[in-house]
């Protein structure tokens, strides 16, 4: 008899966002009359810019000529593309970034969650508490966790590193040494940021632990302030033990096409064994490139006119951010991020729980938002709303809060 990978057993069975669909069509089948809003996931409403619209048209059109035609797309992607990004992205805010160290892939998912195939199943993780869920459930499907345990409302092995209002949502060093450091900036869910000096330390730490930071930059396109490093290799030292993911879903609205990159520095070796050859070898194995057509439209982003456009786009749900921020702390709330982020991190009242504020604000507001509990138990107490919605939205959701 066959068996199953025994590890996706101990995962957690209610999967976040399927337990908050559950409850809002419970909610809506029992008031059809009622209009629920939705601040809860973290999908782009706009559409894409016309820039972008017309590098697709266009090369959907190349696939029509038999001298145009393309097939199976390079294994790290499109020199174009990369050229594009090692320019702009690293070498242009003075990163040591070369084209050949970045692996294009079809999103910032599936990379985060890939990337543990290539270390150890020995290693020891650390994780940010709260966290994007993505990190811990693959190493909880690859085995490199114990069970999931009540008590501390996480994976037995795994290092929870919390983030809390008290330490402004930057983890301090575990006691514990991780081998795995997963950090994502700006951030999901708090929508906090971290400074160039405190990712300094984080590189210092895992080059002097022989750890390697896995450094989630999906938000970077949402960067107002300065001294908000846009990339790990902004931090020197960063070369020999960093990866980082990107995104084009929140800077482009690419959440429906699909495309992203990873960066893996040739310097990144344990034990003389290279990373990036690990890495080339997996991508090579088990993927077999993004579209042609999209990755046409990536490098459109990074156009003077792509650039100007998702400006523009950025912008809008900016000032959805800005709208919620100061419209909630005229309510009383306490509120962080949404700054530097589409994310808008609030403290639920009182002693609410945060489903128990999630079940008020579907029930009195008809707003739809996310526990922060889910997100780990160092996020309860506290609730997340999205920027993405349209202004419309948006504004008739916080009138509806702020009067509850
Ligand atoms: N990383 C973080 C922190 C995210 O919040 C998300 C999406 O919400 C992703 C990665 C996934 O990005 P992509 O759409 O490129 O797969």
Redesign the pocket.
């Given at each position: 008899m066959y068996k199953v990978n025994e590890n996706y057993l101990k995962i957690q069975g209610n999967y976040l966002f399927s337990t908050i669909a559950k409850k809002v069509n419970e909610f809506s089948a029992q008031n059809p009359d009622k209009e629920v809003i939705r601040l809860g996931i973290?999908d782009v409403t706009q559409p894409l810019a016309p820039v972008l619209i017309q590098a697709l048209q266009d090369a959907v059109t190349e696939m029509g000529a038999a001298e145009t035609f393309h097939g199976y797309a390079p294994d790290l992607g499109y020199e174009f593309l990369r050229d594009a990004i090692a320019k702009n992205d690293y070498q242009a805010r003075g990163c040591q970034i070369d084209a050949d160290e970045i692996f294009v892939s079809d999103?910032?998912?599936?990379d985060?969650g890939n990337i543990q195939e290539i270390f150890s199943t020995d290693n020891k993780v650390a994780v940010c508490d709260p966290v994007?869920p993505v990190y811990v459930d693959t190493n909880v499907m690859a085995g490199r966790t114990g069970k999931y345990n009540e008590a501390i409302q996480g994976y037995d092995g795994v290092i929870y590193m919390p983030c809390m209002a008290e330490n402004d949502f930057v983890p301090e060093f575990p006691k514990e040494t991780p081998d795995l450091i997963y950090l994502?900036y700006p951030n999901?869910p708090t929508g906090a940021v971290i400074t160039k000096a405190q990712l300094q330390e984080w590189v210092d730490y895992a080059n002097k632990n022989g750890a390697v930071i896995l450094y989630?930059a999906?938000y970077e396109a949402y960067i107002s302030e300065p001294d908000v490093p846009h990339s790990i290799y902004e931090c020197e030292g960063a070369r020999s033990c960093a990866i980082e993911f990107h995104?084009f879903?929140k800077n482009a609205g690419f959440?429906g096409v699909r495309l992203?990159y990873t960066v893996v520095p040739k310097d990144l070796k344990s034990n003389g064994v290279s990373l990036h050859d690990l890495w080339a070898r997996r991508h090579g194995t088990k993927y077999n490139g993004a579209p042609y057509i999209v990755q046409k439209a990536g490098a459109a982003v990074y156009t003077p006119q792509g650039q100007a456009q998702i400006k523009e786009q950025i912008a809008y749900y900016m000032e959805n951010a800005k709208m919620i921020l100061e419209g909630l702390k005229k309510a009383g709330y306490q509120v962080y991020g949404g700054v530097n982020a589409p994310y808008i991190w609030l403290k639920t009242p009182g002693t609410m729980t945060s489903w128990e504020f999630f079940d008020e604000l579907l029930q009195t507001a008809n707003v739809v938002g996310t526990p922060g509990s889910g997100f780990g138990p160092h996020g309860e107490g506290y609730f997340r709303l999205t920027a993405f919605g349209t202004h419309e939205n948006t504004k008739k959701a916080l009138e509806r809060i702020t009067k509850m």
């Open positions: 973290g999103g910032a998912k599936c985060c994007y994502c999901n989630d999906a995104s879903s959440t992203g």
